[in-house]
T-cell receptor
């Protein structure tokens, strides 16, 4: 069936380093992908999105890469800061806006 | 805009009691989603509405769960009767169709 999964459940980085969080998806018909950040005690928050007609999109300190050939999505965070510590989810949008979320990767930033 | 509003923020109830969770989506959004999050199962989509109409309720665990959206600015998720395994954080989210979702702060439900 359709699924979205994260390769690594946890990631620990030094403050100032770059972080890369990966995600695999299985529905080749999906045309919209979103990364969310969830801090402790809060709901997921939108970070950045990308449509299937693109392979890269940049935001402020974040970049999302999409490789449709291998159905892979990644989130890159530049100069990771303590405030980036959170759980990160990728989501795959199917018809009518329904999102299928991955399991999440916990990012810990060490000072 | 105040964002998605959920109430209550915390609910503690005894097994067998009815629980009603409430959600006010962001004004102008036409899609509303109910999720449940636990350590064991992660974030699960329970049901979602588009223009107040339930589109997909395949994630609703069983008949004890029901959701309504009587108008564009209000939705409820009801559990009757509640069981300890229903303990979780329940999120409501809203969006424009096919757009990113905006999540509420969640309701932490504990059923003893």
């Amino acid at each position: 069936g359709e699924s979205v999964g994260l390769h690594l459940p946890t990631l620990s980085v030094q403050e100032g380093d770059n972080s890369i969080i990966n995600c695999a998806y299985s529905n080749s018909a999906s045309d919209y992908f979103i990364w969310y950040k969830q801090e402790s005690g809060k709901g997921p928050q939108f970070i950045i999105d990308i449509r299937s007609n693109m392979d890269k999109r940049q935001g402020q300190r974040v970049t999302v890469l999409l490789n449709k050939t291998v159905k892979h999505l990644s989130l890159q965070i530049a100069a990771t800061q303590p405030g980036d510590s959170a759980v990160y989810f990728c989501a795959e949008n199917t018809n009518a806006g329904k999102s299928t979320f991955g399991d999440g990767t916990t990012l810990t930033v060490k000072p | 805009d105040a964002g998605v509003i959920q109430s209550p923020r915390h609910e503690v109830t005894e097994m067998g009691q009815e629980v009603t969770l409430r959600c006010k989506p962001i004004s102008g959004h036409n899609s509303l989603f109910w999720y449940r999050q636990t350590m064991m199962r992660g974030l699960e989509l329970l049901i979602y509405f588009n223009n107040n109409v339930p589109i997909d309720d395949s994630g609703m665990p069983e008949d004890r769960f029901s959701a309504k959206m009587p108008n564009a600015s209000f939705s409820t998720l009801k559990i009757q009767p509640s069981e300890p395994r229903d303990s979780a954080v329940y999120f409501c989210a809203s969006s424009l169709t096919s757009g990113e979702q905006y999540f509420g702060p969640g309701t932490r439900l504990t059923v003893t």
